[in-house]
Protein backbone atom coordinates (compact mmCIF):
# COMPACT_ATOMS: atom_id res chain seq x y z
CA UNK A 1 0.00 0.00 0.00
CA UNK A 2 1.43 3.25 -1.20
CA UNK A 3 0.78 6.30 0.96
CA UNK A 4 -2.14 8.48 -0.65
CA UNK A 5 -1.10 12.30 -0.71
CA UNK A 6 -2.97 15.03 -2.45
CA UNK A 7 -2.37 15.43 -6.55
CA UNK A 8 -1.18 19.34 -5.49
CA UNK A 9 2.14 17.68 -4.46
CA UNK A 10 3.04 17.30 -8.13
CA UNK A 11 2.27 20.77 -8.61
CA UNK A 12 4.58 22.19 -5.97
CA UNK A 13 7.22 23.12 -8.17
CA UNK A 14 8.14 23.23 -12.04
CA UNK A 15 10.56 20.58 -12.06
CA UNK A 16 9.08 18.62 -10.41
CA UNK A 17 5.53 18.41 -12.42
CA UNK A 18 8.10 18.72 -15.78
CA UNK A 19 9.39 15.15 -14.56
CA UNK A 20 5.92 13.70 -13.87
CA UNK A 21 4.90 14.98 -17.72
CA UNK A 22 7.82 13.44 -18.87
CA UNK A 23 7.20 10.11 -16.90
CA UNK A 24 3.76 9.52 -16.66
CA UNK A 25 3.01 7.09 -19.72
CA UNK A 26 -1.23 8.02 -19.38
CA UNK A 27 -0.56 11.14 -19.66
CA UNK A 28 -3.35 12.01 -16.76
CA UNK A 29 -1.67 12.57 -13.85
CA UNK A 30 -0.55 16.36 -14.06
CA UNK A 31 -4.27 16.65 -15.68
CA UNK A 32 -5.52 15.40 -11.89
CA UNK A 33 -7.14 18.07 -9.71
CA UNK A 34 -4.99 19.53 -7.02
CA UNK A 35 -7.42 18.45 -4.62
CA UNK A 36 -7.90 14.97 -5.74
CA UNK A 37 -5.82 11.95 -4.05
CA UNK A 38 -3.33 9.71 -5.45
CA UNK A 39 -1.09 7.04 -4.01
CA UNK A 40 2.40 7.67 -4.45
CA UNK A 41 5.36 5.57 -4.37
CA UNK A 42 7.26 6.43 -1.41
CA UNK A 43 10.65 6.92 -3.32
CA UNK A 44 8.27 9.35 -5.43
CA UNK A 45 7.57 11.15 -2.34
CA UNK A 46 11.04 11.23 -1.15
CA UNK A 47 12.09 13.02 -4.46
CA UNK A 48 9.99 15.40 -3.98
CA UNK A 49 10.84 16.33 -0.85
CA UNK A 50 14.03 16.24 -1.73
CA UNK A 51 13.89 18.63 -4.59
CA UNK A 52 12.82 21.35 -2.33
CA UNK A 53 15.00 20.95 0.52
CA UNK A 54 18.14 21.26 -1.89
CA UNK A 55 16.35 23.99 -3.30
CA UNK A 56 15.90 25.78 -0.12
CA UNK A 57 19.19 25.26 0.53
CA UNK A 58 20.61 26.57 -2.85
CA UNK A 59 18.75 30.17 -1.94
CA UNK A 60 21.54 32.75 -2.16
CA UNK A 61 21.05 33.86 1.59
CA UNK A 62 23.14 33.80 4.38
CA UNK A 63 25.17 31.14 4.97
CA UNK A 64 23.27 28.60 2.85
CA UNK A 65 24.86 26.76 -0.33
CA UNK A 66 23.78 28.97 -2.97
CA UNK A 67 24.74 32.05 -1.20
CA UNK A 68 28.58 30.40 -0.92
CA UNK A 69 28.00 29.85 -4.48
CA UNK A 70 27.32 33.41 -5.44
CA UNK A 71 30.36 34.65 -3.18
CA UNK A 72 32.64 32.41 -4.75
CA UNK A 73 31.71 33.13 -8.23
CA UNK A 74 30.99 37.20 -7.81
CA UNK A 75 32.91 38.30 -4.59
CA UNK A 76 31.48 38.70 -0.71
CA UNK A 77 29.44 42.17 -1.69
CA UNK A 78 27.46 40.75 -4.30
CA UNK A 79 26.66 37.49 -1.50
CA UNK A 80 25.65 40.10 0.73
CA UNK A 81 23.46 41.68 -1.63
CA UNK A 82 21.76 38.37 -2.23
CA UNK A 83 21.10 37.81 1.20
CA UNK A 84 19.36 41.13 1.46
CA UNK A 85 17.35 40.82 -1.53
CA UNK A 86 16.37 37.03 -1.26
CA UNK A 87 15.34 37.88 2.34
CA UNK A 88 13.18 40.79 1.44
CA UNK A 89 11.70 38.06 -1.14
CA UNK A 90 11.32 35.42 1.08
CA UNK A 91 9.73 37.68 3.44
CA UNK A 92 7.63 39.36 0.63
CA UNK A 93 6.28 36.15 -1.19
CA UNK A 94 4.65 35.37 2.60
CA UNK A 95 2.15 37.47 1.64
CA UNK A 96 1.29 35.73 -0.92
CA UNK A 97 -1.13 32.71 -0.79
CA UNK A 98 -0.94 29.71 -3.46
CA UNK A 99 -3.44 27.83 -2.21
CA UNK A 100 -5.69 28.25 -5.71
CA UNK A 101 -2.94 26.54 -7.82
CA UNK A 102 -1.43 23.98 -5.20
CA UNK A 103 -3.31 21.47 -2.65
CA UNK A 104 0.37 20.93 -1.18
CA UNK A 105 2.13 23.24 1.72
CA UNK A 106 2.37 26.59 -0.73
CA UNK A 107 6.08 27.61 -1.65
CA UNK A 108 5.14 31.00 -0.27
CA UNK A 109 4.50 29.74 2.84
CA UNK A 110 7.48 27.70 3.12
CA UNK A 111 9.91 30.30 2.08
CA UNK A 112 8.51 32.41 4.78
CA UNK A 113 9.23 29.81 7.63
CA UNK A 114 12.80 29.11 5.90
CA UNK A 115 13.36 32.97 5.93
CA UNK A 116 12.45 32.97 9.60
CA UNK A 117 15.10 30.11 9.91
CA UNK A 118 17.45 31.27 8.17
CA UNK A 119 17.44 34.50 10.39
CA UNK A 120 17.54 33.27 13.28
CA UNK A 121 20.15 30.96 13.11
CA UNK A 122 22.78 32.17 10.51
CA UNK A 123 23.17 35.58 11.16
CA UNK A 124 26.97 35.27 12.02
CA UNK A 125 28.87 36.14 8.56
CA UNK A 126 30.36 33.43 6.13
CA UNK A 127 33.97 31.86 6.50
CA UNK A 128 35.64 34.22 4.00
CA UNK A 129 37.71 32.02 1.53
CA UNK A 130 41.46 31.50 1.31
CA UNK A 131 41.56 32.69 -1.89
CA UNK A 132 39.22 35.65 -2.87
CA UNK A 133 41.37 37.38 -5.38
CA UNK A 134 41.18 34.37 -8.12
CA UNK A 135 39.05 34.83 -10.37
CA UNK A 136 37.09 31.19 -10.55
CA UNK A 137 36.06 31.48 -14.39
CA UNK A 138 33.05 32.17 -16.49
CA UNK A 139 31.95 28.29 -16.32
CA UNK A 140 32.06 28.40 -12.61
CA UNK A 141 30.09 31.73 -12.94
CA UNK A 142 27.52 30.12 -14.87
CA UNK A 143 27.20 26.84 -13.21
CA UNK A 144 26.41 29.20 -9.99
CA UNK A 145 24.16 31.04 -11.58
CA UNK A 146 22.32 27.73 -13.09
CA UNK A 147 22.38 26.59 -10.03
CA UNK A 148 20.43 29.59 -8.41
CA UNK A 149 18.08 29.40 -11.31
CA UNK A 150 17.02 25.79 -10.98
CA UNK A 151 16.54 27.17 -7.17
CA UNK A 152 14.32 29.35 -8.14
CA UNK A 153 12.62 27.41 -10.48
CA UNK A 154 11.73 25.15 -7.90
CA UNK A 155 9.57 27.75 -5.90
CA UNK A 156 7.62 28.26 -9.18
CA UNK A 157 4.06 26.04 -8.49
CA UNK A 158 2.53 24.54 -11.60
CA UNK A 159 -1.13 25.49 -11.61
CA UNK A 160 -3.90 23.85 -11.59
CA UNK A 161 -5.08 22.95 -15.18
CA UNK A 162 -7.32 19.65 -14.51
CA UNK A 163 -10.72 22.27 -15.89
CA UNK A 164 -8.58 23.83 -19.10
CA UNK A 165 -7.43 20.88 -21.26
CA UNK A 166 -10.95 18.39 -19.91
Not at 50 to 59: E, F, K, Q, T
Not at 120 to 137: C, H, K, M
Amino acid sequence: NYPVVPAGVLHTSLPISGLTALLDRGGDLIHKPVIDRIRMHPSLLAGCVGVLVNAMNLIPVGRLDGNRAIGAAFGRNVAQISTLVGLGVMGFSGFFDSSETTAAVGSSQLLLNWAIVVMLFQRNPDVPALDEITDVGIVRKAVAMASIAFAILCFVPFPDISGILY
